[in-house]
């Protein structure tokens, strides 16, 4: 094997195992957060809601 072979070899090697340890981190955010429910009035502790 030449020593081109060797460093291509190695070099899809490397991009093949980085491939394969970020595809779960890819895979857990492929949806956004929803926007936050600002639905609810916001009230200060001790004082009833109306």
């Known amino acids: 094997m030449t020593r081109t072979k060797k460093i291509l070899t190695t070099i899809t090697l490397i991009v093949g195992v ?3 340890a970020a595809s779960p981190a ?3 955010n492929s949806m956004p957060a929803p926007p936050p429910d600002n639905s609810m009035p916001v009230t200060a ?3 009833p809601t109306p």
């Open 45 to 47: 502790p001790g004082n």
């Open 18 to 20: 980085t491939v394969a």
């Open 26 to 28: 890819l895979a857990d």
